[in-house]
């Protein structure tokens, strides 16, 4: 009898083992599974298609300018000289808000450009870069980051394509976006573009029906009569 109630006794515990494996195995199943779909939801760009698509070039300025000198070597090479090689020399003057108050150099520059002033966006601790509204430095191959800062709709334009003069494909798993940057169109000291003058659309066999076959043919039957 006691051997009997050992064997019903050891039956019990590995059925009751068997449940609670099977429960723990369960259970680790659905939070490998949960966490696998999470990781979806988060990187949703991970499929073939996506990582195959083109990307969208921004054509970007090569550094800050350079001035061209006046005179030229006994060569007849002409001198290009950096903002630095005259602006590291000298402080940089906050009054100066237009071209009409200036004395010395940038005198017959052209400046219509809202309310700012030059150092609005160029930066007054080093003139080979470019400052941001809350005084920090960016640099000049980062125009689009500084005109973004008041120019939000151009830039949600530009973002969508309507703006920036795009070539290339709409579809990125077809070909490569290039776009132009700000200053490739926009003089950064006189940005508004002038007026276009809307022109006629070329002439076509689609938007010149007068040279028609048809109609040439009535013109005929026309004179015949």
């Known amino acids: 009898m006691p051997r009997i109630a050992n064997l019903f006794f050891v039956i019990l515990f590995c059925s009751f083992a068997s449940a609670a494996l099977a429960a723990i195995l369960q259970s680790t199943l659905r939070a490998k599974t949960h966490e696998s779909r999470t990781d979806l939801v988060q990187v949703p760009h991970t499929s073939s298609k996506t990582n195959s698509a083109h990307p969208i070039i921004v054509r970007a300025p090569s550094g800050p300018p350079l001035v061209e000198t006046a005179g030229s070597d006994p060569h ?3 001198a290009s000289i950096a903002c630095s090689t005259c602006h590291a020399i000298r402080q940089a003057n ?3 808000r237009s071209t009409a108050t200036l ?9 219509n450009h809202g309310d700012i002033t030059c150092y609005a966006c160029h930066n007054p ?18 125009i689009m980051t500084l005109c973004s800062q008041c120019h939000s709709k ?18 990125l798993s077809r070909g490569p976006q290039m ?3 700000c200053i490739d169109c926009h003089d950064p000291h006189v940005p508004k573009y002038p007026k276009m003058i809307v022109g006629f659309k070329p002439k076509d066999r689609f938007n010149e029906p007068s040279n028609s076959v048809h109609q040439q043919e009535g013109t005929a039957v026309h004179d015949n009569h």
């Not at 010395?104 to 052209?110: A, I, V």
């Not at 601790?125 to 980062?142: C, F, I, M, Q």
Request: no cysteine; net charge negative.
């Open 154 to 171: 151009q830039a949600e334009s530009f973002a969508h394509g309507a703006h920036g003069g795009m070539n290339g494909h709409w579809d």
């Open 94 to 96: 906050l009054k100066n």
């Open 125 to 142: 601790n080093d003139s080979d870069t470019l400052r941001l509204a809350d005084g920090s430095s960016v640099a000049y191959e980062s």
């Open 76 to 78: 007849g090479r002409v």
């Open 103 to 111: 004395d010395e150099f940038h005198r017959g520059m052209s400046f």
């Open 179 to 181: 776009k132009n940057n």
